[in-house]
T-cell receptor, first 115, second 114 residues
């Protein structure tokens, strides 16, 4: 069964450093998302991406965040200058073209620890 | 997206049927109801989606009454591996355009005991 993959599984970085989280969505999917989950809290929507542009972003997704689909397979989330409060699990998700479902396929996540 | 309310936690035993109810009093005419499951340190996994009456798949059943102000996820004969957090989400799947963002609550933490 096809699946969403994410790398790395765990990233430790110092405050102020840039990090890039990588995702490979399912190959025939056209909608891509990033979510995050701070330990013990609910999953939070960050951004959705379709047709090589951002469809919607949340208040969390400020100027420090950016997303990119540099080639036909990868989907990346960059945090330019990390803060302690960016420590969380980051999940990438993808879904198929068209209307009719909220079925999104999530990756295993990247645990980001900012020290 | 409509706000949902679920119990924070539930306990069950292996082999029992578990029913988790979600309240969504402000559900709109075009909204669908979707349930996800999340194991610790893993990404959420889609379980089931429905609009009205009953939907069943190999994993669960979803019961939606006529007024659609609530829904019940039914897990038949749970096992220890069903211990997870279960989320109910409500949204318009046909008019959301290119955006399918999911807005999450705290979910229901289900503990299945031996």
């Amino acid at each position: 069964e096809p699946e969403v993959t994410q790398t790395p599984s765990h990233q430790v970085t110092q405050m102020g450093q840039e990090v890039i989280l990588r995702c490979v969505p399912i190959s025939n999917h056209l909608y891509f998302y990033w979510y995050r989950q701070i330990l013990g809290q609910k999953v939070e929507f960050l951004v959705s991406f379709y047709n090589n542009e951002i469809s919607e972003k949340s208040e969390i997704f400020d100027d420090q965040f950016s997303v990119e689909r540099p080639d036909g397979s990868n989907f990346t989330l960059k945090i330019r200058s990390t803060k302690l409060e960016d420590s969380a699990m980051y999940f990438c998700a993808s879904s198929t073209q068209g209307q009719g479902s909220y079925e999104q396929y999530f990756g295993p996540g990247t645990r980001l620890t900012v020290t | 997206l409509a706000k949902t309310t679920q119990p924070i936690s539930m306990d069950s035993y292996e082999g029992q049927e578990v029913n988790i109810t979600c309240s969504h009093n402000n559900i709109a005419t075009n909204d669908y109801i979707t349930w996800y499951q999340q194991f610790p340190s893993q990404g959420p996994r889609f379980i089931i989606q429905g609009y009205k009456t009953k939907v069943t798949n190999e994993v669960a059943s979803l019961f939606i009454p006529a007024d659609r102000k609530s829904s019940t996820l039914s897990l038949p004969r749970v096992s220890l591996s069903d211990t997870a957090v279960y989320y109910c989400l409500v949204g318009d799947i046909y008019n959301a355009g290119n955006n399918r963002k999911l807005i999450w609550g705290l979910g229901t933490s289900l503990a299945v005991n031996p």
